[in-house]
């Protein structure tokens, strides 16, 4: 069966401070621990949506009814001060299929919103367009995977500029 993915609007700050959290955990935490961990600056209803999203991207694992941070990313994450998070969300945001649609249909001129709207249909995503449109220029843009032209507002993916490397083609041809 495959994977049904789901893009929630959340923000990329509160899923690295969730894969924070994780990483630095000796053990398996709850949705509760998790949500108490953050319960200074975010909601628990937010903290159990960006955990679900935190999953699909690769940063996190749920056992059971139990949470741990990714093995892949585990390390890097631990070890990496809050303005670096950044580059473990590139990592893991390079492999979601949903983001390299995205890049890809902006890389090649279609506009944010009508990309958005392939990909839901492509992969079957139940989320509103306007949400998976936003969802995923943010998150680009905190992995620094996009930037927005000051003056026309147009969306660019640098690194498509300069033509995709190998592993960024593979994964997008293993999203389709």
Same mark, same amino acid.
């Given at each position: 069966? %495959?994977?049904? !993915?789901?893009?929630?609007?959340?923000?990329?700050?509160?899923?690295? &401070?969730?894969?924070?959290?994780? @990483?630095?955990?000796?053990?398996?935490?709850?949705?509760? &621990?998790?949500?108490?961990?953050?319960?200074?600056?975010?909601?628990?209803?937010?903290? !159990?949506?960006?955990?679900?999203?935190?999953?699909?991207?690769?940063?996190?694992?749920?056992?059971?009814?139990? !949470?741990?941070?990714?093995?892949?990313?585990?390390?890097?994450?631990?070890? @990496?001060?809050?303005?670096? /998070?950044?580059?473990?969300?590139?990592?893991?945001?390079?492999? !979601?299929?949903?983001?390299?649609?995205?890049?890809?249909?902006?890389?090649?001129?279609? @506009?944010?919103?009508?990309?958005?709207?392939?990909?839901?249909?492509? +992969?079957?995503?139940?989320? %509103?367009?306007?949400?998976?449109?936003?969802?995923?220029? +943010?998150?680009?843009?905190?992995?620094?995977?996009?930037?927005?032209? %000051?003056?026309?507002?147009? /969306?660019?993916? %640098?690194?498509?500029?300069?033509?995709?490397?190998?592993?960024?083609?593979?994964? +997008? /041809?293993?999203?389709?």
């Amino acid at each position: 069966m %495959p994977t049904q !993915f789901v893009i929630a609007d959340v923000s990329p700050d509160l899923i690295m &401070d969730i894969a924070k959290v994780l @990483s630095q955990s000796p053990y398996p935490l709850s949705k509760e &621990d998790v949500a108490r961990s953050l319960e200074d600056r975010y909601k628990s209803s937010y903290v !159990f949506i960006a955990l679900t999203q935190s999953i699909q991207l690769g940063l996190a694992n749920k056992q059971k009814d139990l !949470f741990i941070s990714s093995e892949k990313y585990r390390d890097l994450i631990k070890r @990496s001060e809050k303005l670096q /998070l950044y580059l473990s969300f590139r990592a893991a945001l390079q492999e !979601f299929p949903p983001f390299l649609l995205y890049a890809d249909f902006i890389s090649k001129g279609y @506009s944010p919103e009508n990309a958005a709207t392939m990909i839901r249909g492509i +992969l079957k995503i139940e989320s %509103p367009r306007d949400k998976v449109e936003r969802a995923l220029r +943010l998150w680009g843009m905190y992995a620094q995977l996009i930037t927005i032209d %000051p003056q026309s507002g147009r /969306l660019s993916i %640098p690194e498509a500029e300069q033509g995709l490397p190998s592993e960024y083609v593979k994964n +997008l /041809l293993k999203a389709l």
